[in-house]
């Protein structure tokens, strides 16, 4: 391709003038997004307003790709399925036979577990979800990983809320608009969730890679004490995050902690349920028992 | 007489379809993948709204003013989850990197474009990635986005050929 007649647009004054201050505004616009971008990064929740009007209008688009293709994320899987058909069978029903037998155990400790909760007068703790609802799709393209969910503040769905799938946690909700909402998934570089090892609650850090994995760091640093095989599920330290809720395995051991997988693929799971954000109002009032009914006046 | 063949001899293509096919060509790619069912957990999906803007800009550069990128790039934003601001700036610069290129090099062609849109990919989303993490290791934020550029510089012939594709489509006359 030639490249264009010279800079100056020929003798034209009003021309010259025109280009120039195409640069003039092109410059001072880019310097001043530039301000506003790190501006956005040091206060993500005051531009979310922007971002969520313009997901109110995408999301009708992908509810409505969603239920003509269905999840079209997991189709690797379904592959892999056929593929390994047989083996998996006789696999799975080795595991069924064994996980049947820890269960009739599980349901006795189960049952003395209620009756000494019963006994100590402690209340479970009921964590009732605020919403159920379903990622809808999420950013592709950029190093953010970003969730929408399909609910939003018509639910009672607001920014800080945990959100898990039934397999473990997703992330937190960012952002809600009228009717969906953003979550900043648990793989997100910028997620920093407090864990413990589920084994003996040592205190870890679980942070994103932003490529689908966990980087786990230990709060003390002397030893490395993560073995392949580790399940890790939220402490419920520095609020937010209720604790006990799973959170990834550990996949192999790195110089500075482990590596881990998520437990529950945000890809692969189909519903997920917001809960209440962990802080001190919402512990105190799960806590504290109903009110006994006032007593019959005595006849 | 065939009432429905108004065509006049040497009348030029609608004003409004030349305006409006390359801004919507863009704006749509940028939306795209907010549409698509798919929950990705790395960046998975090449910047398609990013590529057919390097991508007219390479093939018409006289059709935009240089500022193009200040409303295109709050609207990518807006659908990139990057922050807000980042591509307003990036996508600007590198209307004026094309600008100058097309100044200094006489005769531009097919490698030379494909060379400038894959640089330019390249820089764009690696600086996105780090104005988006600043506190995160630099090495990993960048290897985080590699993928992601290869795939882009390989498909940007692609990317070229559908601009062409949507080019003859704004200037066919009616």
């Not at chain 1, 189909?270 to 105190?284: F, G, H, K, M, Q």
Request: include cysteine; proline fraction near 8%.
């Amino acid at each position: 391709m030639v490249r264009p007649a010279a800079r100056r647009p020929g003798q034209s004054r009003k021309a010259q003038t025109s280009l120039f201050v195409a640069y003039v505004i092109a410059v001072t616009g880019a310097v001043a997004g530039l301000l506003l971008a790190i501006l956005s990064v040091a206060d993500p929740v005051g531009f979310a307003a922007l971002r969520v009007a313009s997901h109110e209008v995408t999301a009708p688009v992908a509810r409505g790709t969603r239920s003509v293709i269905g999840s079209i994320s997991g189709i690797d899987d379904w592959v892999s399925a056929y593929v390994g058909a047989g083996s998996q069978n006789r696999r799975l029903r080795k595991e069924l036979a064994e996980t049947r037998r820890q269960l009739v155990a599980t349901s006795a400790l189960q049952e003395e577990n209620r009756q000494l909760k019963v006994l100590l007068k402690l209340q479970d703790n009921d964590k009732a979800a605020v919403a159920n609802g379903y990622l809808l799709t999420s950013t592709s393209t950029s190093s953010k990983r970003i969730a929408l969910l399909s609910i939003g503040r018509n639910v009672g769905v607001a920014s800080g809320q945990p959100v898990r799938g039934a397999d473990g946690l997703i992330g937190r909700v960012l952002s809600s608009g009228p009717s969906v909402s953003q979550v900043l998934l648990l793989t997100d570089i910028d997620n920093i969730v407090p864990i413990r090892r589920a084994r003996d609650g040592l205190p870890a850090l679980a942070n994103g890679r932003g490529n689908g994995d966990l980087d786990i760091r230990t709060l003390n640093i002397a030893n490395n004490p993560f073995k392949p095989g580790d399940i890790l599920v939220t402490s419920g330290t520095g609020g937010l995050y209720p604790p006990n809720i799973p959170v990834a395995i550990v996949v192999r051991r790195t110089p500075d902690g482990a590596l881990a997988r998520p437990l529950a693929d945000p890809a692969q799971v189909d519903a997920v349920s917001v809960l209440r954000a962990y802080t001190p109002d919402n512990i105190e009032a799960q806590a504290v028992p109903a009110p006994l009914p006032a007593p019959a006046p005595q006849p | 007489m065939n009432r429905a063949d108004t065509r006049r001899l040497g009348e030029p293509a609608s004003l409004w379809r030349m305006r409006v096919v390359p801004v919507a060509s863009v704006m749509l790619a940028s939306a795209l993948p907010l549409m698509l069912p798919m929950v990705a957990s790395s960046p998975v999906l090449p910047p398609l709204g990013l590529l057919f803007f390097l991508c007219w800009q390479l093939l018409r550069i006289e059709m935009w003013p240089v500022w193009i990128g200040l409303p295109l790039g709050l609207w990518d934003d807006l659908f990139s989850g990057a922050p807000i601001g980042s591509a307003i700036a990036l996508w600007t610069f590198a209307s004026i990197a094309i600008q100058y290129f097309a100044q200094r090099i006489y005769w531009r062609g097919f490698f030379h474009d494909w060379a400038i849109a894959a640089l330019l990919v390249a820089a764009i989303q690696s600086f996105a990635a780090l104005i988006a993490h600043p506190d995160a290791h630099m090495g990993k934020v960048l290897g985080l986005v590699a993928p992601q550029i290869i795939v882009s510089a390989l498909l940007v012939p692609l990317f070229m050929r559908l601009t062409g594709l949507f080019d003859n489509f704004r200037l066919k006359r009616r």
